[in-house]
């Protein structure tokens, strides 16, 4: 009898110990919210209740061992370590990006340009700048991602692959060493086949970076309504299952987006669905994912994303306004700051996940 007591308090003990575990919510932000300096996002970002801050640095060394902050003295006089510490003061969840791969592009330091990834001093000199980074800045930073939908560039670029993964392999051995407690993982997106380039990371990751837009018909057509369509394919939550399923690691998703432009098979209502459906996954997957960050709180002003392009781009980009559409209608709020069924959808699914536990 004694025994069977014993077993019995033991396991309510279990079962209190498991729910306090559980009740720590995934942490949750918006964009990058807020800024340094900017009184409107504050506001918002009390008001979303968000807690968890997505940011990018640049492999930035002119030549070999000349950072830019290497001489700053005076904390203060470092804008991005100074928000760092702020932010992570007020019980932020902080993940830093390095942006040396960014979606089509590799960012080197102009004298290894040319140089393969793996190259003997290209190794030497990125783990030489991550130590240096890392004692600056890595006691605020909870997530570390090596580049920013790195599979967008080397699906173009196979060839380079296997050095990436090197110098990946060559970044965690350092960020293991010096900052034990820190997660490393490389950032991917949605689209060519994650899945494929997971299988070389996975095992020496801590999480998987991911940014994830909401399917619509930008070149073909694909309603929105797809997306949070569990009968379908392409239905989010089969996506972000099937890369919870291989490696066994934490999903960090850095930018979650969704279109609301109607010329896309899209609308404000089908958006608010969507953050309501990405919710109740969240609910139904905790434990598996590390933080969410939806991509951005305000539309980007349309005519003036309209002539950057074209500027960069050339003349050719007008042919592709499907493109301009996209990139100017995935904000909670419309340009002119009205808030969108969406904005109004987060606010209540945040309050629900953190409220029903």
């Known amino acids: 009898m004694f025994a069977a007591r014993t077993l019995a308090a033991f396991a309510a003990v279990l079962v209190l110990m498991t729910a306090g575990a559980r009740a720590e919510p995934v942490p949750i932000g918006v964009g990058g919210l807020p800024h340094a ?49 702020k932010l992570k003061g007020q019980g932020c969840t902080l993940s830093v990006t390095l942006k040396v791969v960014d979606d089509d592009k590799k960012h080197m330091p102009f004298y290894l340009e040319g140089k393969p990834l793996d190259d003997p001093k290209v190794l030497a000199r990125w783990q030489a700048f991550l130590k240096a980074f890392l004692e600056r800045y890595g006691d605020s930073i909870d997530y570390l991602n090596f580049g920013q939908k790195v599979n967008a560039y080397f699906a173009k ?14 970044g965690v051995q350092v960020a293991r060493k010096d900052k034990p407690k820190l997660s490393v993982g490389v950032g991917l ?45 392409v239905y989010f939550g089969k996506v972000f299952d099937s890369l919870l399923r291989l490696g066994g690691k934490k999903l960090l998703l850095t930018e979650v987006g969704c279109t609301s432009h109607a010329s896309l098979d899209s609308s404000p209502e089908i958006q608010a669905q969507f953050i309501t459906a990405l919710f109740a996954w969240l609910r139904q997957s905790e434990g598996r994912v590390a933080a969410v960050s939806y991509i951005c709180d305000k539309d980007w002003p349309y005519e003036a994303s309209k002539t950057a ?7 050719d980009i007008l042919k592709y306004r499907g493109v301009i559409r996209l990139l100017t209608s995935e904000g909670l709020r419309f340009e002119d700051g009205k ?3 969406a904005y109004d959808a987060f606010k209540k699914a945040v309050e629900l996940y953190r409220g029903k536990r």
Not at 39 to 59: C, Q
């Open 37 to 85: 300096g900017n009184d409107e996002e504050s506001a918002i970002s009390k008001e979303l209740g968000l807690n968890f801050i997505t940011e990018s640095a640049p492999w930035d060394e002119p030549k070999e061992g000349d950072y830019a902050w290497a001489d700053i003295k005076d904390p203060t006089d470092d804008p991005f370590g100074e928000r760092l510490r």
């Open 157 to 170: 670029h196979e060839a380079e692959w296997p050095a990436f993964a090197k110098f990946v392999a060559a």
């Open 189 to 233: 997106k949605d689209t060519d086949d994650p899945v494929k380039y997971w299988r070389d990371l996975a095992p020496g990751c801590g999480h998987l970076a991911l940014a994830y837009m909401a399917p619509c018909s930008v070149f073909t057509k694909q309603p929105t309504s797809q997306a949070i369509d569990p009968r379908q394919g």
């Open 339 to 341: 808030k969108k069924p």
């Open 309 to 315: 392009l074209r500027q960069a781009l050339g003349d």
